[in-house]
């Protein structure tokens, strides 16, 4: 259980995510994360994006034809560029921003 795996599988995280976040006052639209969000590379933008659906890093690799070391990499500064501390951010904040769950 403390191995540093997730508890709950991020496909599961986004979903809850989903349908929890207008219960929990997380907005969607235009927000400070905008220019952050600017500012990554298409790739970067396209590993955001994969994230907030709740896609694994294994799941990002086999998709992008990708190694792994090249999507922990993108993964490390999507992070950094949007200031999150993990997956579970990066989801809330790919549905803040409404590039995922349309």
Known sequence: MHSGDAVVSPRITAKLIEVAAPHLGVR??????DEAFDELTAREREIFILIGRGETNGEIV??????????????GRVLAKLDLRNRVEAV??????????Q
């Open 28 to 33: 969607r639209g235009p927000t400070r994360a």
């Open 62 to 75: 086999t998709r992008l034809y990708l190694s792994e070391s090249t999507v922990n990499a993108h993964v």
């Open 92 to 101: 809330i904040r790919a549905y803040e921003l409404g590039v995922v769950g």
